[in-house]
């Protein structure tokens, strides 16, 4: 897919023909998917992973980028959701991740903290009682009134280069023994046996690990996750503003950041054609496109050429948290991360393989009380 991110270079493996035998078989190859195969080869656990298209073609490599702790939902929010402990065993559980994240790739992860924005009267409230929420709990959180607006900055949160975490997570997978395949849709699935087009994976264990389009693969989900479409472009590099951190507004439907090269990446208001944007289609329309860009041209004030405009499918529940669940006997299925999965599908993905080695991870219990 043309993202900001993509950079041409990837030559990927081969697709899957015959019969193979494994101990783990992860059908979808985006960041939750390739961190449950970082997790079970650490187990010393045999893994098969496929992916419809080529690794990371879904949200997982077309991203905004942006490393958030918590879910979708802020903070005081989720509070309602999950009860006031769990809530901020999440938060902190994703503050891990993102922590794990820059441990292992330090070059693709700048931590610069996110800002949330608040573009009116109700929201900026909205900001005052999250802000109040996250001091009582302890978690870092400052007010913010400078170049981007007036809302609060969450100096632990980060960006990253997705696509790139993904390519190597998985050029290291493969290094470390995990068989991985391209296009190679899973067009059948029962427990220990998935078949592709042209092959056939035997094994102990199936993990989806799919956000967008889960719902595709198991159509008994459909009640509660539901595929969207988030949109987004990109410009060439420019010197017109610097933009320092991820900043998230309007009740964060809309989100930019400028990347270290100067392009500047933005997303957003698939709200204004919201049942047009509940589709399983990954084409950009003109009516998203001609928001963002004038959003761009006017908020932001940029003017430079926009290079890439994109658009990829994310899963959304009525929950506000994901789905993991053994579909059938030792099948399982993950995804529905509301359109902010970098951090909880991956701890989300090494959850479902600490389950498969034989142990509870915290966020699977966590979830599992809860859904
Ligand atoms: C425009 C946009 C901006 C976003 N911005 C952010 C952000 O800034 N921060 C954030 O945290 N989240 C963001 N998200 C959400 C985030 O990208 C996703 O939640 C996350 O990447 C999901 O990763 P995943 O690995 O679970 O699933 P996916 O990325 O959906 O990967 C699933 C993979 O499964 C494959 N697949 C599908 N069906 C099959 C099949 N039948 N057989 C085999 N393979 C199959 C697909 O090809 C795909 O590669 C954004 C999403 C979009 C679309």
Redesign the pocket.
């Known amino acids: 897919m043309n993202t900001v991110w993509e950079d041409h270079r990837w030559t990927g493996p081969s697709h899957l023909r015959g019969t193979k035998r494994t101990d783990v078989c992860v059908?979808?190859?985006?960041?939750?998917?390739?961190?449950a195969i970082d997790s079970l080869l650490d187990h010393g656990i045999n893994v098969i992973g496929?992916?419809?298209?080529?690794?990371?073609?879904?949200?997982?490599?077309?991203?905004?980028?942006?490393?958030?702790a918590g879910t979708?939902r802020f903070y005081h929010q989720m509070i309602s959701t999950l009860g006031h402990e769990r809530a901020r065993q999440l938060y902190l559980m994703t503050l891990d991740e993102i922590d794990r994240m820059q441990i292992e790739m330090p070059d693709l992860v700048r931590r610069v903290g996110s800002l949330r924005i608040a573009m009116n009267d109700a929201e900026l409230a909205d900001c005052e009682e999250q802000y109040a929420v996250m001091q009582r709990d302890g978690l870092l959180v400052e007010y913010y009134d400078d170049s981007e607006g007036k809302g609060l900055l969450i100096p632990t949160d980060a960006?990253f280069n997705?696509l790139a975490r993904?390519r190597r997570l998985a050029e290291d997978c493969m290094r470390r023994g995990a068989q991985l395949f391209e296009y190679?849709?899973?067009?059948d699935i029962h427990t220990g046996l998935v078949h592709?087009e042209q092959g056939i994976i035997i094994c102990k264990h199936i993990v989806?690990?799919?956000?967008?389009?889960?719902d595709?693969?198991f159509p008994a989900l459909n009640q509660r996750v539901r595929t969207a479409?988030?949109?987004?472009l990109s410009t060439v590099p420019t010197t017109e503003v610097h933009i320092e951190r991820?900043v998230y507004a309007r009740w964060g439907y809309e989100?930019w950041?400028q990347l270290l090269d100067g392009r500047v990446a933005l997303?957003g208001f698939r709200d204004h054609a919201m049942e047009l944007e509940w589709t399983h289609s990954t084409e950009t329309t003109d009516l998203i496109q001609n928001k963002l860009t004038t959003f761009l041209r006017e908020h932001l004030k940029v003017h430079a050429t926009i290079e890439h405009r994109?658009?990829?499918?994310?899963?959304y529940t009525t929950s506000g948290l994901p789905i993991i669940e053994e579909v059938m006997p030792n099948v399982w299925a993950?995804?529905g991360?509301?359109?902010?999965?970098?951090?909880?599908?991956a701890l989300?993905?090494c959850g479902v393989a600490e389950l498969i080695a034989g142990k509870i991870a915290p966020i699977i219990s966590l979830l599992r009380t809860l859904t």
């Open positions: 059908i979808g190859l985006g960041g939750s998917g390739l961190s496929i992916d419809a298209s080529q690794i990371a073609s879904g949200a997982a490599g077309a991203n905004g980028g942006f490393l958030l979708a960006v997705p993904c190679s849709a899973a067009i592709t989806a690990a799919i956000d967008g389009k889960l595709l693969l479409r988030l949109q987004m991820a989100y950041q997303g994109w658009a990829a499918s994310v899963g993950m995804g991360y509301n359109g902010t999965g970098n951090v909880i599908g989300c993905g």
